[in-house]
């Protein structure tokens, strides 16, 4: 059984820095993508950034609003991928949620993490 663990969400003021980590346990094959949701209160769910795989080669993929702020990285060795957030802002505010989408379709999702931003 495929699970996925977020950890480092917490309170951080406006302009700092925050990483999440997303371990995955259980055993899997043909992973198309890797990487962070949100969900904001009162918004839906938003891809934040990913990691795709097409072929031999990798791709990233950033929402237009963490561009240059948020950095996405894997590790494969230690089924994990993480995501440094930096300037963070107001509207950064959410639940985090790890996602994993495979070859035949299926996607995982974490339980979520929450990062607050405080002005």
């Known amino acids: 059984q495929v699970q996925l663990m977020e950890s480092g969400g917490g309170l951080v003021q406006t302009g700092g820095s925050l990483r999440l980590d997303c371990a995955r346990s259980g055993r899997i094959w043909n992973i198309l993508s890797i990487g962070w949701y949100r969900q904001a209160p009162g918004k839906e769910r938003e891809l934040v950034a990913t990691?795709?795989?097409?072929?031999?080669?990798?791709?990233?993929n950033y929402a237009e609003s963490v561009k240059g702020r948020f950095t996405i990285s894997r590790d494969a060795s230690n089924n994990t991928v993480s995501l440094e957030m930096t300037n963070l802002k107001s509207e950064d505010t959410a639940v985090y949620y790890c996602?994993?989408?495979?070859?035949?379709?299926?996607?995982?999702w974490g339980q979520g993490t929450q990062v607050t931003v405080s002005s």
């Open positions: 996602t994993l989408f495979t070859a035949t379709r299926i996607r995982y």
């Open positions: 990691i795709s795989r097409s072929g031999s080669s990798t791709s990233t």
